[in-house]
């Protein structure tokens, strides 16, 4: 007879793996934050945050760099920007020197809304480093901050030279 277990319960196997630690802080973090946004009642997701942000920081840009910039798909990107730019949170316009491709800016309107978001973004982060102390959050976010580092590296050094 097959022994029931709680589904809740994790497998001692994986239950101290990095892997797994990680994959469940994710998907708890994106709910948390998929749920902030969806309360806000307008529409937009983390990844209309994220243009938004890139936007703000990096200053116009195609839409092919802010793709690359913020792991967004090129054509989720493109949707995304339509989406913002009927809210008229960003513009578009043709790059003068490449006909083909779009210069896209952030509008006063989306530099506004951007902020109302931060604040959205500030709570989840609240949320999901409530139980850490200030000096735990600090460690914590170095170290994750330290591993994406050593991956950016070894990227960066497989890459070819040009």
């Known amino acids: 007879m097959p022994m029931h277990h709680p589904p809740s319960r994790t497998l001692a196997r994986v239950e101290d793996r990095p892997t797994w630690l990680i994959s469940r802080n994710f998907q708890r973090s994106s709910g948390l934050l998929a749920a902030a946004f969806e309360s806000a009642g307008d529409g937009l997701r983390s990844y209309h945050y994220r243009l938004l942000a890139a936007l703000d920081e990096w200053g116009p840009a195609s839409q092919a760099d802010?793709?690359?910039?913020?792991?967004?798909?090129?054509?989720?990107?493109?949707?995304?920007?339509?989406?913002?730019?009927?809210?008229?949170?960003?513009?578009?316009?043709?790059?003068?020197?490449?006909?083909?491709?779009?210069?896209?800016?952030?509008?006063?309107?989306?530099?506004?809304?951007?902020?109302e978001?931060?604040?959205?973004?500030?709570?989840?982060?609240?949320?999901?480093?409530?139980?850490?102390?200030?000096?735990?959050?600090?460690?914590?976010?170095?170290?994750?901050v330290k591993v994406l580092a050593a991956e950016d590296e070894s990227l960066t050094s497989a890459a070819p030279n040009p």
């Open 117 to 144: 978001l931060d604040a959205i973004v500030d709570d989840v982060q609240e949320q999901v480093l409530k139980p850490l102390t200030v000096a735990q959050r600090r460690q914590f976010i170095a170290l994750m």
């Open 66 to 115: 802010l793709g690359r910039g913020t792991g967004i798909d090129r054509s989720d990107v493109t949707a995304a920007l339509s989406e913002l730019e009927s809210r008229r949170l960003v513009k578009r316009s043709v790059d003068p020197a490449h006909k083909r491709r779009n210069i896209v800016t952030i509008t006063p309107a989306g530099v506004e809304r951007l902020l």
